[in-house]
């Protein structure tokens, strides 16, 4: 079974043994696997990635030296079951399924363990009480975002964003071109996307994003009068004095009010900003640039140490969530989003390669004016971009 092994750094083709289920799980072959900024991470950092999931208890991820197929963002076709399956599914059905398979006593991420070989190969296995059916006839090269969709679904899912929120995305980035299209899917009434790269602007557009930003010329957060947040400690002041007086006058008592506002989410109003870049200096600009009482999705990996100041988040009062992942519900709606038709994700795919061409789809990633996501499809020939 052909697979690209990435061991070193280095990324080949080579000859694998054939794959048997175990017990739960069932193999499929690979129609499309996406490539995958955190694929990008590992091939580089994945033994600095290797000691910080050390230190929350995780010891299976790869390190340099191992012999690792990466490959997380996968659909694919059922080829057989192994034992103690429930084969709800007949055997040619098109399914994805989150990339974690149990091996013994131990649970591996698929393409990050060494224990669990991912998608860019020919076949791979999965655990069947992951896998979900792909509905609605949903082509292959649409049905593999289901795993970036239900990384993004679940940013805004924590994000608690409604649809009379201002999100601002600082990135468009596969990451943040897929957190555009699921607030546009919400209908988050106003979507703001910065990023340097006029293709990746574009990009945003494409898929949703009402204002697109040049921050080399403009501040994504240049419009926060218009849409009423505070933008100076004075404003934040004067602006609890004027409610509480407002409130004086009325014939209910102010904290009955007060509370109520709250709870409406009218005091304060503030943007829900996604970091979707996750390189040092990020988060110190956006402490620096946000309005007050913003809330700040982290959603961006940054594999290297950073420095922020956090009396700057203290005296705006801006809240700081990290996420990671998605949950096994977050994975299926995402995918049924997809095949409804309520999330578009065509325009996050830039180019299709086969397993030769895997080497040259990361170099070419690394030009944001031609690429944001590029599908690994194992049958295409050559090295070409399709």
């Known amino acids: 079974m052909k697979s690209v092994i990435c061991q070193n750094a280095a990324l080949r083709v080579a000859e694998r043994p054939a794959l048997e289920p175990a017990r739960g799980q069932v193999l499929l072959e690979v129609l499309r696997c996406g490539i995958c900024g955190s694929d990008l991470h590992m091939r580089q950092h994945c033994d600095h990635l290797r000691e910080l999931t050390r230190r929350v208890g995780y010891e299976r991820i790869a390190?340099?030296?191992?012999?690792?197929?990466?490959?997380?963002?996968f659909c694919g076709q059922i080829l057989d079951y192994g034992p103690q399956t429930r084969r709800k599914l007949k055997a040619g059905s098109v399914v994805c399924a989150v990339p974690m398979i149990r091996n013994g006593e131990h649970v591996d991420l698929m393409g990050l363990s060494a224990h669990a070989p991912g998608a860019y190969a020919e076949q791979v296995l999965v655990q069947e009480a992951y896998m979900e059916p792909v509905p609605n006839g949903l082509a292959p090269d649409r049905a593999a975002l289901t795993e970036p969709m239900a990384v993004a679904l679940h940013a805004v899912n924590r994000s608690e964003a409604r649809q009379r929120d201002v999100a601002i995305v600082i990135g468009c980035g596969p990451v943040g071109l897929a957190v555009i299209c699921m607030l546009k899917a919400r209908g988050v009434k106003a979507i703001v996307a910065s990023d340097f790269s006029p293709g990746r602007r574009e990009l945003a557009r494409r898929c949703g994003a009402d204002v697109?930003?040049?921050?080399?010329?403009?501040?994504?957060?240049?419009?926060?009068?218009?849409?009423?947040?505070?933008?100076?400690?004075?404003?934040l002041l004067d602006l609890a004095l004027d409610t509480r007086e407002k409130l004086g006058t009325l014939p209910l008592p102010w904290w009955h009010s007060w509370r109520l506002a709250e709870k409406l989410g009218l005091l304060p109003k503030r943007p829900i900003i996604f970091e979707c870049v996750g390189v040092p200096g990020i988060l110190q600009t956006i402490l620096d640039g946000a309005p007050l009482m913003s809330r700040v999705v982290v959603v961006g990996v940054c594999m290297q140490a950073d420095t922020i100041e956090p009396v700057m988040g203290i005296n705006k009062e801006i809240e700081l969530r990290f996420v990671l992942g998605y949950t096994p519900l977050e994975y299926r709606d995402a995918l049924h989003l997809l095949a409804e038709g309520k999330v578009k994700g065509d325009h996050l795919v830039t180019g299709t390669v086969g397993l030769s061409g895997v080497a040259g789809a990361f170099a070419a990633l690394g030009d944001a004016e031609k690429h944001a996501k590029i599908l690994i499809d194992p049958k295409q020939q050559g090295e070409q971009f399709a």
């Open 212 to 235: 697109v930003v040049n921050p080399r010329e403009s501040s994504p957060y240049r419009d926060w009068r218009q849409y009423g947040f505070i933008g100076t400690a004075p404003a």
């Open 63 to 73: 390190g340099s030296a191992d012999e690792l197929v990466l490959g997380h963002e």
